[in-house]
């Protein structure tokens, strides 16, 4: 066993010894939008800073926990928050959650994130199901010794983001009067925001929404096999779009804003899916 596969084995007996349930899917929950956790039901919360070789979450909205229970009569475990690239972790770091989520059963991923439209056909407060995406960090979790025990040296990108799950999504979306849209995103490092140059030239790529997060987790995810669910709550329009500077505080702020349709969003994906 590799070091690096020694660290997910630990976090996951971690946990296990906890008594935690079973989970059946994942969810990972982006900038503004961690107030989700809040309704897991029989929820507990464990600090990543608690589990072996998981490091703090250093960004204002990302909590840096597990929460383990049931969400609508679904077994869950959420991250409330995540690691970023551009806090110093390594591509390994970031993705060491997902892993271990992973080797506790789920099944599936839903990963959330706030965005920023390139697509100038997007609102602020739209929600994008994430149909494919441009990896612009110049970074995989994958790089160097492959971890046979989770998956292949060379897994396969094509169908990254699970089709059947988007277009439940879609359909709770209609179902609850809100307009979803479906789109590329494209991943920075950060954690600057991009220039209106870089936005202009990933819009001619064919990117939809940017942001600083997602693509290590969801490479992460499809080398074990999970099902991928994509979402990006659009939380201001990218650079050289509109006039005004870009700032963290509006993105948490749409956040705010956005959480009642983001959580019946999520409820309603995880009682209609198939997982």
């Given at each position: 066993m590799g070091y690096?596969m020694?660290?997910?084995?630990?976090?996951?007996?971690?946990l296990?010894?906890?008594?935690i349930?079973?989970?059946?899917?994942?969810?990972?929950?982006?900038?503004g939008?961690g107030e989700?956790a809040?309704?897991?039901e029989g929820?507990?919360?464990?600090?990543?800073t608690?589990?072996p070789?998981?490091?703090p979450?250093?960004v204002?909205g990302?909590?840096?926990?597990?929460?383990?229970?049931?969400?609508n009569?679904i077994p869950?475990?959420?991250?409330q928050?995540?690691?970023h690239?551009?806090e110093?972790?390594?591509p390994?770091?970031?993705?060491?959650?997902l892993?271990i989520m992973g080797?506790?059963?789920?099944?599936a991923v839903i990963?959330?994130?706030?965005a920023?439209?390139?697509?100038?056909?997007?609102?602020?407060?739209d929600?994008?199901f994430i149909?494919?995406h441009?990896?612009?960090?110049?970074i995989?979790p994958?790089?160097?010794?492959n971890?046979e025990?989770?998956?292949?040296?060379?897994?396969?990108m094509?169908?990254a983001y699970?089709?059947?799950l988007?277009?439940t999504g879609e359909?709770?979306?209609?179902q609850?009067?809100k307009?979803?849209?479906?789109?590329?995103?494209?991943?920075f490092?950060?954690p600057?925001?991009?220039?209106p140059?870089?936005i202009k030239?990933v819009?001619?790529?064919?990117?939809?929404?940017?942001?600083?997060s997602?693509?290590p987790?969801?490479?992460?995810?499809?080398h074990?096999?999970?099902?991928?669910?994509?979402?990006?709550?659009i939380?201001?329009?990218?650079?050289?779009?509109l006039?005004?500077?870009?700032s963290?505080e509006?993105?948490?702020?749409?956040?705010?804003?956005v959480?009642?349709?983001?959580?019946?969003?999520?409820?309603?994906?995880?009682?209609?899916?198939v997982?």
């Amino acid at each position: 066993m590799g070091y690096e596969m020694k660290k997910v084995e630990e976090g996951i007996n971690f946990l296990q010894e906890k008594g935690i349930p079973e989970p059946q899917v994942g969810l990972i929950l982006g900038s503004g939008l961690g107030e989700l956790a809040e309704e897991v039901e029989g929820g507990i919360r464990i600090p990543f800073t608690d589990v072996p070789h998981l490091p703090p979450s250093t960004v204002p909205g990302h909590s840096g926990q597990f929460v383990v229970g049931e969400l609508n009569s679904i077994p869950v475990i959420m991250m409330q928050g995540r690691y970023h690239f551009y806090e110093g972790y390594s591509p390994q770091e970031l993705v060491r959650p997902l892993r271990i989520m992973g080797g506790l059963g789920i099944k599936a991923v839903i990963i959330t994130n706030a965005a920023g439209a390139v697509n100038v056909n997007f609102n602020v407060g739209d929600f994008m199901f994430i149909r494919d995406h441009i990896n612009f960090m110049g970074i995989n979790p994958l790089r160097g010794a492959n971890l046979e025990e989770l998956g292949p040296r060379f897994p396969d990108m094509s169908k990254a983001y699970d089709e059947d799950l988007i277009q439940t999504g879609e359909e709770v979306g209609r179902q609850n009067g809100k307009i979803t849209r479906k789109g590329v995103y494209t991943a920075f490092t950060g954690p600057c925001f991009e220039t209106p140059a870089e936005i202009k030239m990933v819009g001619r790529w064919g990117a939809d929404a940017v942001g600083m997060s997602t693509v290590p987790e969801v490479i992460a995810a499809r080398h074990m096999g999970l099902r991928v669910l994509g979402i990006s709550c659009i939380t201001n329009m990218a650079a050289g779009t509109l006039p005004q500077p870009l700032s963290h505080e509006e993105v948490m702020e749409v956040g705010e804003q956005v959480k009642p349709e983001f959580k019946e969003l999520i409820k309603g994906i995880l009682v209609q899916g198939v997982f």
